[in-house]
Each structure stands twice: as C-alpha cells, then as structure tokens.
C-alpha cells in the first residue's frame, strides 16, 4: 500500500513556474515508477509525465515536453514535477500516481494523490 500527497500547486501568471511534489508513505517507493497526470474542467485525465524506478527513465506528453521536467528523489520518497513556461492551458488538477509499471496509462497505475490546482492566469 501506498499513499501519495501532493503540494505545490497554485495560481501563477502565463510563463510562471510551479514545482509539484508528491509525498509517498511507505518503505517501497523505489519499487515503483511514478507519473503525473492532469484533469482539467470538462476534459478527460491526461498523461502528463513520467519516472522510472531508479529514476534513470523519463517520458514527457508532447505538451509538455521542453516546459516540465520530472524527478524523484527515492531517499525522501518523494516526486516532482518542475513546470516552467506556463500557459493557460496548463490549467488543471495535477494527481500523481504510483505504478509497477513504467507506463503511459493511467490504467496501470494503483495509487494515486488526492491531486493539487494548477492555475495560470493569462
């Protein structure tokens, strides 16, 4: 079992930067890759980003990619997600997530925050 809590989001301008962290209980954290998706009003959850295990493997949405970078330090079990050059439609619910699996889907993710707003005004 796995409990995740994120911080870290807010209201910020257009071109602003946010960094999200998402806090893990428990002692296997390292066993698993994590992800951050986003929700926003009326859409669908999105892929965001994603780490592996050892933190060795990233994998980016297109919409993000260049603008957001995600890290893991497995001593503080602990993820982040550094958002640069933000837009209004960066807008969301931002939710990490815990996964035996390196992937993608939000379907192979077990765990999941209660998830944090990102706002950015224009």
């Known amino acids: 079992q796995v409990q995740l809590v994120e911080s870290g989001g807010g209201l910020v301008q257009a071109g602003g930067s946010l960094r999200l962290s998402c806090a893990a209980s428990?002692?296997?954290?390292?066993?698993?890759?994590m992800g951050w998706f986003r929700q926003a009003p009326g859409k669908e959850r999105e892929f965001v980003a994603a780490i592996s295990w050892s933190g060795t493997g990233t994998y980016y949405a297109d919409s993000v990619k260049g603008r957001i970078t995600i890290s893991r330090d497995n001593a503080k079990n602990t993820v982040y997600l550094q958002m640069n050059s933000l837009k209004p439609e960066d807008t969301a619910v931002y939710y990490c997530?815990?996964?035996?699996?390196?992937?993608?889907?939000?379907?192979?993710?077990?765990?999941w925050g209660q998830g944090t707003q990102v706002t950015v005004s224009s």
């Open positions: 997530a815990a996964s035996g699996s390196y992937s993608t889907s939000e379907y192979e993710y077990d765990y």
């Open positions: 428990g002692r296997t954290f390292s066993s698993y890759a």
